[in-house]
């Protein structure tokens, strides 16, 4: 299985609605989490099961999706949400999207 | 639970780097699968493989010929060893836990870097 995120790189602005996508290579489950991984951390989950919010983050944060698309979506970007993001179904990472300012 | 991961930094080429994870706040005797989980430099993340506290083990097909996992159940940690390694090989290693039943990782450790160079 591969997982396939896009863009790779995305600029935005504070407020701006958000969306990754990660494409799977054949149709999966729907444990597939995502992650928010910043500069010199570890990741740190922010979704599971395509769409449960990981109690503490932030609502802004959705994700959505089944079978070979999933969606990460934040809804208003703020300043701490410029990170890169990995999705994840079982033991395949997408190779990531870097979030930036624009 | 926390996670914390420790090991040399330092791995010369061809030898085995060797890791261990610590567990605390936690049992590691629990329905959870224990991973690890690589970073290169700059680069995306790769998983290594797991464990569960019986001491069955999955493994990365790429790299299963070079891995080898354990735990320790009255220490309250696993390990990591990884043979013949290389430059490619340069990474930050991460132990997280994982739920069986949605296979998220959750924790993570904080990651520790481990260079092989001579």
């Known amino acids: 299985i591969q997982m396939t995120q896009s863009p790779s790189t995305l600029s935005a602005s504070v407020g701006d609605r958000v969306t990754i996508t990660c494409r799977a290579s054949q149709p999966v489950s729907g444990w597939l989490a995502w992650y928010q991984q910043k500069p010199g951390q570890a990741p740190n989950l922010l979704i599971y099961?395509?769409?449960i919010l990981k109690s503490g983050v932030p609502s802004r944060f959705s994700g959505s999706g089944s079978r070979t698309e999933f969606t990460l979506t934040i809804s208003s970007l703020q300043a701490g949400d410029f990170a890169t993001y990995y999705c994840q179904q079982y033991s395949f990472f997408g190779q990531g999207t870097k979030v930036e300012i624009k | 639970v926390q996670l914390r991961e420790w090991g040399p930094g330092l791995v010369r080429p061809s030898g085995t780097l060797s890791l261990t994870c610590d567990v605390s706040d936690g049992s590691i005797n629990s329905s959870y699968w224990w991973n690890w989980v690589r970073q290169p430099p700059g680069r995306g993340l790769e998983w290594i493989g797991e464990?569960?506290?019986?001491?069955?083990?999955n493994y990365n097909p790429s790299l299963k010929s070079r891995v080898t996992m354990s735990v320790d159940t009255s220490k309250n940690h696993f390990t990591l060893k990884m043979s013949s390694v290389t430059a490619a090989d340069t990474a930050v290693y991460y132990c997280?836990?994982?739920?069986?039943?949605?296979?998220?990782?959750?924790?993570w450790g904080r990651g520790t870097l481990v260079t092989v160079s001579s």
């Open positions: 099961k395509a769409s």
């Open positions: 997280g836990r994982v739920d069986s039943t949605s296979w998220h990782v959750d924790p």
């Open positions: 464990i569960y506290h019986s001491g069955s083990t």
